[in-house]
């Protein structure tokens, strides 16, 4: 998928098509963009193709992979036109939420979770979010564990090896790499995405 041969999975097109149709549809419009998962990688790419920016009043994008490697140069343009609107919320415990630096290198601001670890699927479904007395989420400054935690993905994610897998973990393919990333499900995976939460927009 974020190699220097470009394939962009089924899944975000279609999140990227729908996404134009209802802004499109709704031009008065402001719309809001949830993503939790898949759901935030599918906003992260929907967002770098949208063909309307000015109708996104803001989006909040929960335990992705970050997709940069991915973008054209004219996406990661538009995502940094966006950026100020955009909120990507990291947990480095959870598995999924690889290739985050503290860099611009990303759809939108990173808000660096003030995280507890716990087991990989608990982690993944926010189970490591704190609050404080008023519900406000913790987030805290980027420090050394983020970026060693960083360093290590980077190293991970340029193995051959190293997309497929996640992938596969955040349901957009099988992680072995046999088939091609747009092909279908199958019924293992149709049955998991059932439960996986995907692009959500409202507007107001």
């Known amino acids: 998928m974020l190699t220097n041969q470009r394939q962009v ?5 279609t ?3 729908y996404l134009n149709r209802w802004l499109e549809e709704f031009p008065d419009g402001h719309f809001y963009i949830y993503g939790h998962s898949l759901g935030a990688i599918n906003a992260e790419y929907a967002l770098a193709n949208c063909r309307f920016p000015d109708q996104i009043a803001a989006a909040y994008l929960y335990e992705g992979t970050n997709i940069w490697r ?13 950026r100020g609107r955009i909120n ?13 630096t503290a ?9 660096y979770v003030d995280s507890l670890s716990m087991n990989p699927v608990k982690q993944h479904m926010w189970g490591g979010y704190r609050f404080d007395q008023v519900g406000n989420l913790l987030e805290k400054e ?4 983020f970026l060693d935690s960083s360093k290590m993905q980077q190293a991970f994610l340029s193995r051959p090896d190293g997309w ?14 046999r088939r091609s990333l747009t092909s279908g499900p199958n019924k293992s995976e149709k049955k998991r995405r059932i439960v996986q939460p995907q692009l959500f927009a409202r507007f107001q």
């Open 142 to 145: 980027v420090d050394q564990r």
């Open 9 to 13: 999975p089924s899944a975000l097109v």
């Open 103 to 111: 860099s611009k290198r990303m759809v939108g601001k990173l808000h």
């Open 70 to 82: 991915l973008l054209t140069h004219k996406e990661r343009q538009l995502v940094a036109q966006l």
């Open 164 to 177: 497929p897998i996640i992938l596969g973990i955040a349901g957009i393919c099988r992680p072995t790499g």
């Open 88 to 100: 990507t919320y990291v947990d480095i415990y959870d598995p999924v939420t690889l290739g985050y």
């Open 15 to 17: 999140a990227s098509r």
